[in-house]
């Protein structure tokens, strides 16, 4: 049996049967999408607001920001959201079932500049064979960040992979996409100035 925990959004799976079986979770068979690294769940929320025909799952590694957004998420109509309080890495691996994912969200990575913490990246080779297998195909992967050695790092690791084809031409990011939620860290980056990037990817398996 799965259980929601404080709150109908936060998603306790510690009885739950594995792969989770997401229509009875969330109750229907529409679109499955899965934001990764969600912090304190503001772009999650303002997306099953606007699209309440869709699914929203959150994955985030942080107690207090997930402790945040179901916090913050009581305050929202939406049935169709819910928070999972894991490691993405696992989660990939052990706790979906293939195919299941259309639209999938990593919303400003930890970018790990320091050359000799590069191995802490979630974007490498193994993370994207994992999440290749739990997307649909022709599924989507957007990615966003502020950190330009990293979009440069992550695009050379998808080209590495033969499953995910990059959908905006060179130099295969934008900079803006319009009527996008701004992430709280997007926020932030914006109002210092910085520059923003954004991937896109398709699940060509
Ligand atoms: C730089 S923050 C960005 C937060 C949010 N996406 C935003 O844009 O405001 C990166 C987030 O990813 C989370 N994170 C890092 N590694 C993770 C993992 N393996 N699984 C789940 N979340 C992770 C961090 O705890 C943090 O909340």
Redesign the pocket.
Known sequence: MIRENSSKTGLDISEGHIPLDLPQIFGNHSDFVL??????G??LIEMTERHTEKNFLG????TK?FNIAVKKSKNTQSENIKFLH??????VEEIFPEDVFSLV???????WPKDKHHKHR?INTDFLAKLSKIMKKDGVLEL?SDHKDYIEHSFDVFNKVSFFKSQYPAPGYLQNIPNRPY??????FRAEGKEIFYLMFANNK
């Open positions: 934001e990764i690294g969600f912090g304190d503001d772009f994955i985030e590694i942080k920001r894991m490691n993405a890495n696992i989660a969200y990593i919303n400003f990575p930890d970018p979630i966003a992430t709280k860290y997007e926020k932030e």
